[in-house]
């Protein structure tokens, strides 16, 4: 079965730094480009940044780009996202998920696979 297992998450005081991970199953992961998405309190799923199949530079979303890097490592099937000078309103459920397209897209209904997510709180 396909398995994508996000882990990293936890407490962080605003300005600290997180590192999320992606473990994935099942799958030849380089055939997929990946995603991170995060759902706040209360609020829809939001797309948070994205990477092409062999990896390279990321896509962000306006309210994460210069603090959050993504990357990935095909050789141990694992992608992660960096998050540095954390906010509280990043303070969510993160998701990583991966679609067959070379093409990425914000919308999660668009994705073939999710993991469980990981929560990451932001609080004095």
């Known amino acids: 079965d396909v398995q994508l297992q996000a882990s990293g998450g936890g407490l962080m005081q605003p300005g600290g730094s997180l590192r999320l991970s992606c473990a994935a199953s099942?799958?030849?992961?380089?055939?997929?480009?990946m995603s991170w998405f995060r759902q706040g309190p209360g609020k829809g799923p939001e797309w948070v940044s994205s990477i092409g199949k062999g990896g390279g530079a990321g896509i962000y979303t306006d309210s994460v780009k210069g603090r959050f890097a993504i990357s990935r490592d095909n050789a141990k099937s694992t992608a992660y996202l960096q998050m540095n000078s954390l906010k509280p309103e990043d303070t969510a459920v993160y998701y990583c998920?991966?679609?067959?397209?070379?093409?990425?897209?914000?919308?999660?209904?668009?994705?073939?696979?999710w993991g469980q997510g990981t929560l990451v709180t932001v609080s004095s």
């Open positions: 998920s991966v679609r067959e397209s070379i093409v990425p897209s914000r919308r999660p209904d668009e994705y073939d696979y």
């Open positions: 099942g799958i030849t992961f380089s055939d997929y480009t």
